[in-house]
């Protein structure tokens, strides 16, 4: 693989790997910040959903800065949104400076699910584009699984004020992706849109591209669907389907409780009667099954393609979570059974819905209205996470809490099965833009 290519897509998927640790950081300090802070239900979970609901806004409205100002430069200021969070959220001496420095970070996040994925897919050749997209999730959940190692050693190793080191610790990851992003290019893709074609042809034979006169061709003919000086509207007959399909594919995501079990995974361990610090080392093994399970998928995602991987991973998603729910019903916690029922969960997530999700919506969208059809993908994404986070404290609190919780979530990827079975396009092997002209209606 060119070493250009290679340094470009792992540097982008970098800001995967910090959105990776903020998602799964909180699942150490949310209690310690419940009673620093003196929360409840409801206000509790909002705190724990701040960040998320600034995803939403970051996803949502990263699509024009990405189309005026390029994937990089967007990129560089999500770095800054993770370096600013993390100190703040650590230096924070009140619940409202709390809240604007996590919000922050969620600003970053957001924009970061959607121009790294982006990115990488814009630099990439059709062969290798699943798995180097796929390198995003991947820097995800190594972020996760960071994130659960260090909550667990400061834990033990902190005595006052753990939970700020567990947030704070981010600033120097965060400082270091800053740093790197001076080293890559900018996308070809972009600059053919902002009318660059020497420096797209430049760039896309420095990433390896032997045809780089050809593929500058092939991008300029699916760009001009794009009147000069406009855009297109995303939301028009002629892009229902993508739409659909991005939509649908980051509800499902959501709603198979990925996120809430991220977050929460030591208060569900606590839930079926582990002490903290033993729920806080089985969220660790959460975090290194989502890690092998991300790398397997990886290494098959081309060879099988997206959807076949969706199909397999809903199959174990839906048996696992309901014997979870069936745990919980009836108080079933003898033994290791949950840790091995939300294992298998994490596996076929990962294997899956985790590996698919970011590189079918970074394929699905023509060039015209990538950045917008992304942006949408994505906000679903967090909107589904932010009222799965902010409600799950609230459910599990409930009589028979985790049993309506996985029985939900249960129900869902029955759905999501039959929705990856009847509907969903495959992406494997096509270029973008013979994947625009597939997925038009």
């Known amino acids: 693989m060119n070493k250009q290519l290679f340094t470009g897509c792992l540097v982008a998927a970098l800001g995967g790997l910090l959105f990776g640790a903020d998602t799964a950081v909180i699942s150490g300090a949310e209690q310690s910040i419940k009673e620093v802070f003196h929360l409840e239900g409801f206000w509790h979970g909002f ?6 609901i600034g995803t939403i806004i970051g996803a949502i409205g990263c699509g024009a800065p990405l189309d005026k100002y390029g994937r990089k430069k967007v990129l560089v200021i999500v770095a800054v949104l993770y370096i600013v969070s993390a100190l703040g959220c650590g230096l924070s001496q009140s619940w409202l400076s709390f809240l604007v420095y996590r919000f922050m970070g969620g600003l970053g996040i957001g924009a970061s699910s959607v121009a790294g ?8 050749p059709p062969r290798l584009r699943g798995r180097l ?8 959940v190594l972020g996760i699984l960071l994130a659960y190692f260090s909550n667990y050693f400061i834990n033990n190793w902190v005595a006052t004020d753990a939970w700020r080191w567990m947030l704070g610790i981010q600033a120097v990851p965060s400082l270091i992706f800053f740093l790197l992003l001076y080293f890559i290019p900018e996308s070809p893709r972009w600059l053919m849109k902002r009318h660059r074609t020497e420096d797209a042809r430049r760039v896309l034979a420095a990433l390896g591209n032997r ?18 000086g406009q855009t297109e509207k995303l939301f028009t007959r002629r892009f229902s389907f993508p739409v659909m399909c991005a939509v649908l594919l980051a509800t499902f995501n959501q709603f198979s409780g990925i996120n809430a079990i991220m977050y929460y995974a030591p208060r569900i361990f606590s839930m079926t009667g582990l002490a903290r610090d033993t729920a806080l080392l089985q969220a660790v093994l959460i975090g290194l099954t989502n890690m092998v399970f991300t790398v397997i998928a990886m ?21 696992f979570l309901g014997l979870t729910a069936r745990a919980f019903y009836y108080q079933d916690f003898g033994g290791y059974m949950v840790l091995i029922y939300l294992v298998g969960f994490i596996a076929s997530f990962a294997f899956s819905q985790g590996a698919v999700i970011w590189v079918f919506l970074a394929e699905i969208f023509p060039n015209s209205v990538r950045a917008k059809g992304q942006a949408l993908g994505s906000f679903t994404h967090w909107f589904w996470a932010a009222v799965m986070t902010w ?4 459910v599990a609190e409930l009589p028979y809490g985790g049993t309506f919780a996985f029985s939900f979530f249960c129900i869902a990827m029955v759905l999501h099965l039959l929705f990856a079975v009847k509907m969903l396009p495959e992406t494997r092997g096509k270029s973008l833009e013979e994947l625009s002209k597939a997925v038009l209606r």
Do not use: C, W
Not at 117 to 122: A, H, N, R
Not at 309 to 318: D, T
């Open 47 to 52: 705190t724990n959903a701040i960040a998320l």
């Open 117 to 124: 994925p982006m990115y990488i897919s814009e630099i990439a």
């Open 133 to 140: 997209v796929a390198l995003f999730q991947f820097n995800i």
């Open 211 to 228: 045809d780089a006169d050809g593929i500058v061709a092939e991008i300029a003919d699916s760009l001009k669907a794009e009147s000069s």
């Open 299 to 319: 290494s098959v995602i081309d060879k099988f393609g997206r959807r076949t991987l969706l199909i397999a991973g809903s199959v174990g998603m839906i048996l």
């Open 391 to 394: 409600l799950f404290p609230m």
